[in-house]
């Protein structure tokens, strides 16, 4: 009786029999597979979008962001900088007003748009943005990456190596010589070389991808565009002001594509002086009790610091320097957060998106457990009289038990590998895949206009891949786990006699 | 197919020790709302190299005595010994052992595995004993003695057909080479001929008193056929749920 509770040969021999000789219990397995390789396809695809979302959130923001939810902003910024870049664990910070206004493009009709300022030769050190900019970075590196353009591997280098040059100093400066700006608006009395340039989001220029991803309206004359742009400057007491300042006119120097819909559709980038000064938030050196203002100050850590230490350390040197002020009571106190939690209501939201729809996928796959639970079940009942000879033989009722959830672990892991493959397969091939879809059958269904990028997320995540394949083998385990214990409790004279 | 099978592993004759005896054996089974009793009372004994034949009508209990008497199922009175010891006492692991390592079973219907070869069907007990790394040590010794069963059963050309290309006769005999693979003392067969042609039955019969006579073979036969049943050494009737000898009332 020594080997009978160790690696028993009939198990492993019969379960290989009845998986190579009965046929049905492939249905199974093309259940586990087609589950696996769904779930695996939904949660890289939706997991890929938000690991993209939350790059573009994060690139366009400090890693903590310093702010109090009013946009009349508050004061003391530049002394808080200061003593904020002195932290050890912070390597730069800067002011951002973030304002609303009205553009008025070539004379056209106004729109409502979301304005930013920055201090755009300190941005570089703060986030991504400048990678953002068409004519300051991207469109070298299209350039670099266009295949039909028949430049040298070192060309393509060169092209790369000077947009990365050029993403850390990103400027406002005007694009043209004076005397083209002078051609666009001869009649203009003012000094129309000393207008300051402005960069628009993409959306805000009409500038979008079809469906196939190619670039819509950016235009030769992009740069020769001028706007007018109106901001509403609040007075203490968040009233509006009662002298509106009149509209400032900038020159179209440059578009961003942040990948973020909020700022590439709706937001325009100026000079943080001018929108300061427009806001009426420069303050009065002269009177200590009207200081300069912003709305937000971003702070870039150093890497492999702890964000929550960091943005605990900002949090207590903003409050020091308005204890230093006397402005401990306020309405509106700066407060330091995370930008994860500023951008938290957009993440949040992906984040449920992404649950949701694994949870219901989730839900589909019970199908497949409940499958192999019938088919096993109808193997059983069409075995039970091999079982009584199992039992006649020898075999106990845990080793006929065996045989079952082997059986069941068997189409759990080899289904659960072939959908890893498909999965696989599927996902590092989608965007091929989805190209061939729209050729051949017209169909597109990830539009890179509203997904805000050009190509359907493709990695898999491998935490994600083991917890999946893991769960499908468990599944069918489970499934196998009622029939099996019907088996292994059969009686063997009743199932010999089975008929 | 009457020469002899000289590879079985049985008891000495010459014990007069029950290798299997049985005390007041009841059982009863559940008919709808009434029960019946099928062993009412049953004494038994089997001797070492001993092969006793049951004889009874269809339904008298033969089947069940079988069954019992083949740690297959439980009494719901009286005692069964096996060399000496309740076998009540056993595990249902060590009833599985017991089945597996020290009885053979012969079915009326052969029970052969379907998706398995005949020498796959033969090997069946070895496999359930035996784990994977010890039946591959021993696989070449298992395989040889497994087709030396089957070439002594005249199956030699029929190593790999599966038990639907087989006659009736030959998956009898491959359920006999299955049963003896394991040299069981004991030699449990269920109306081993009864559903076969006289032939092929007679044929049958051969085979076990071969074994009987030259290898000295337990063997515990239960049939309706009184004809089949006078190749035992000794008869025993199943009669209102008792044993009898033939001629006693």
């Keep these: 009786m020594s080997n009978r509770d160790s690696l028993l040969l009939y198990k492993l021999f019969l379960i290989l029999k009845y998986l190579r000789k009965r046929r049905i219990a492939w249905v199974s397995l093309i259940a586990v597979t087609l589950c696996t390789a769904m779930v695996l396809i939904v949660i890289s695809v939706m997991g890929g979008w938000l690991r993209m979302f939350r790059e573009s959130f994060h690139a366009v923001a400090g890693d903590v962001i310093v702010r109090n939810h009013s946009l009349r902003g508050f004061p003391y910024y530049q002394e808080m900088i200061n003593r904020i870049e002195k932290l050890p664990d912070v390597e730069a910070a800067a002011p951002i007003i973030k304002a609303y206004g009205l553009v008025n493009i070539i004379n056209g009709a106004s729109d409502g748009v979301q304005v930013i300022g920055l201090p755009i030769d300190k941005i570089a050190q703060i986030n991504e943005f400048p990678k953002s900019l068409y004519r300051q970075y991207q469109q070298l590196i299209d350039e670099a990456d266009d295949k039909t353009n028949g430049l040298t591997s070192d060309q393509r280098a060169k092209l790369r190596a000077r947009a990365a040059e050029q993403a850390k100093h990103p400027s406002f400066d005007l694009p043209l010589k004076c005397e083209d700006y002078k051609e666009v608006l001869p009649k203009s009395t003012n000094d129309v070389c000393k207008y300051p340039g402005l960069i628009a989001g993409a959306g805000v220029l009409r500038i979008h991808k079809d469906q196939q991803g190619n670039i819509i309206g950016r235009g030769p004359q992009l740069y020769r565009y001028w706007i007018k742009l109106t901001v509403l400057p609040l007075e203490k007491g968040e009233k509006l002001s009662s002298t509106l300042p009149p509209a400032e006119t900038f020159w179209v120097v440059d578009d961003s594509r942040t990948k973020v819909w909020q700022y590439d559709n709706n937001t325009v980038y100026v000079p943080f002086k001018n929108l300061q000064k427009d806001l009426d938030m420069m303050g009065t050196p002269s009177d200590p009790t009207d200081p300069a203002r912003t709305s937000e100050i971003h702070v870039k850590i150093k890497p492999g610091a702890n964000l929550i230490t960091v943005r605990d350390e900002v949090q207590k040197t903003i409050d020091q320097v308005m204890a230093d002020h006397d402005e401990t009571v306020t309405m509106f106190p700066p407060e330091a957060e995370t930008w994860e939690q500023v951008n938290s209501l957009w993440l949040g939201a992906i984040e449920k998106e992404k649950l949701l729809v694994t949870f219901l996928f989730g839900i589909i796959s019970i199908v497949a457990i409940f499958l192999i639970f019938c088919i096993f079940y109808m193997i059983v009942m069409e075995k039970t009289k091999d079982i009584g000879i199992l039992k006649a033989v020898g075999a106990t009722s845990s080793g006929v038990a065996g045989i079952f959830l082997g059986y069941g672990l068997t189409i759990g892991i080899v289904g659960g590998l072939l959908g890893l493959g498909a999965g696989y397969g599927i996902v590092h091939n989608i965007n091929y895949l989805h190209e061939q879809m729209g050729r051949l059958l017209h169909v597109q269904i990830w539009d890179p206009e509203v997904y805000a990028f050009d190509t359907i997320p493709n990695t898999m995540n491998t935490h994600e891949v083991i917890v999946i394949v893991s769960i499908a083998v468990i599944a069918s385990v489970i499934g196998a786990l009622v029939p099996a214990i019907r088996a292994a409790r059969l009686n063997p004279v009743e199932s010999l006699r089975w008929e | ?249």
Excluded: C
């Excluded at chain 2, 004494?43 to 209990?61: C, H, M, Q, T």
């Excluded at chain 2, 010794?141 to 050309?157: I, M, N």
């Excluded at chain 2, 693979?181 to 067969?189: C, E, I, R, T």
């Design chain 2, 1 to 249: 197919m009457t020469q002899a099978i000289p590879t079985t592993g049985p008891a000495p004759a010459s014990s007069d020790q029950p290798i299997l005896s049985a005390r007041s054996l009841k059982k009863t089974f559940k008919m709808g709302d009434s029960q019946v009793t099928v062993l009412k009372s049953v004494d038994l004994a089997l001797k070492p190299g001993e092969f006793v034949a049951i004889e009874g009508r269809s339904g008298s209990g033969k089947s069940t005595l079988l069954h019992l008497l083949g740690a297959l199922d439980t009494p719901d009175e009286g005692q069964i010994f096996y060399t000496g010891k309740d076998i009540a006492q056993y595990t249902a692991a060590e009833r599985s052992h017991l089945r597996n390592t020290q009885f053979g079973f012969v079915f009326q219907f052969y029970h052969l595995l379907p998706e398995l070869n005949v020498i796959e069907n033969t090997l069946l007990g070895t496999m359930i004993e035996y784990s994977w790394f010890a039946f591959k040590a021993k696989k070449h010794d298992l395989r040889a003695r497994a087709k030396e069963l089957l070439t002594q059963l005249g199956l030699e050309h029929r190593l790999k057909h599966r038990p639907n290309q087989l006659s009736g006769g030959e998956r009898q005999r491959v359920a006999i080479a299955r049963a003896l693979m394991n040299k069981p003392k004991v030699l449990f067969a269920d109306e081993p001929t009864g559903n076969l042609d006289t032939e092929t039955g007679r044929q049958i019969m051969a085979v076990l008193e071969s074994l009987h006579r030259d290898s000295g073979q337990t063997i515990l036969m239960v049939t309706h056929d009184r004809t089949i049943a006078r190749a035992a050494d000794r008869t025993l009737i199943l009669r209102d749920g008792r044993l009898v000898a033939p001629g006693e009332h």
